[in-house]
């Protein structure tokens, strides 16, 4: 069962625990489904929530369920109450374990709680709920270890799934490559043994690099040189396996590559890409003025 079908269930059994309206200073209303531990975040500190946002017809239009990834808020200064949309204060009155909803017209959530007019093509007859659950409250210095935590999860999550799917490619096209330690799949098509160059050099390369997923062509250069600590990951790993002169094709997983967020609207997210790779040469620094090695 996935995640968003078990939060829908879950929020339907809730129709029976007597909910209870509240009001924000400022008179932004919602509905406590479930109440928690009562204790009510102080300044600074961060409030970790999950949500799901469903309009009238059933339908979810965005949630954390699915994208592993809780949302968080941190708490400002009191000074900042008088000033604060009602949904702003609204957290100021959660604690750990509430479960709340917010229902709102298209239009006046739009204008109240994203801050703008709805998009023209939003039918704005709807209503649309915010379901929010707060998984805790923390002290700044633990949300950022909790954060990190969630992330390098994530990540590792995403390589073993990438996994999988580079190696059902590799199996289809009847191809063998090597692993790393990292996660990086790789073809070594030439290795002459040379000088191999470091995360702090200079490199030099021809390269092509395409979408595993459709093998279509996003970038490639005769000859392109820079820093190599200054890339993806995956480059990171991936050029100091060549010596001067070799080539080879490099399967990298997303979590090496761009990530979840992909890149300037040429990388998807969570897109696996192969790069075919020779290195020309490499050299301590970068000359800015010619674009090349030094």
Known sequence: MNKILIVLLGLALCVACAP???????????????????KLPKKEQVI???????????????????????????????SAI??????????????KGDSVRVTLPIKKFFEEVAGGPAPMDVDTTLNLSYFIHVTDVMDMEA????????MEKKKVGQIS???????KYLSSNSISAE????????????????????????VEVKYKGSFLDNGQVFDQSEKMAFPLDRVIPGWQ?????????????????????????????VIPPNAILIFDVTLLGFGNGFDQATGSCN
């Not at 799934?161 to 190696?167: L, R, S």
């Open 237 to 265: 790993y991936a050029i100091p396996k060549l010596g001067i002169g070799d080539s080879a094709t490099f399967y990298i997983p997303s979590a090496l590559a761009y990530g979840s967020e992909g890149a300037q609207g």
């Open 161 to 167: 799934k990438d996994t999988e799917i580079i190696n």
């Open 20 to 38: 209870s309206e509240k009001e924000t200073p400022n008179g932004f209303k919602f509905t406590v489904i479930s109440a928690g531990d009562g």
């Open 143 to 150: 949300f950022r270890a909790y954060q990190t935590a969630i």
């Open 179 to 202: 692993k790393d330690s990292t996660g990086l799949m790789f073809v070594m098509h030439t290795n002459k043994g040379g000088a191999k160059p470091t995360v702090q050099n200079c």
């Open 82 to 95: 008088p000033t604060e949309k009602g949904m702003f204060q609204m957290f100021r009155m959660l604690s």
């Open 48 to 78: 970790v929530f999950d949500y799901l946002l469903r309009d009238s017809k059933d339908s979810v239009w965005n949630d954390t369920y699915s994208q592993g990834v809780p949302a968080a808020l941190a708490i400002p200064d009191s």
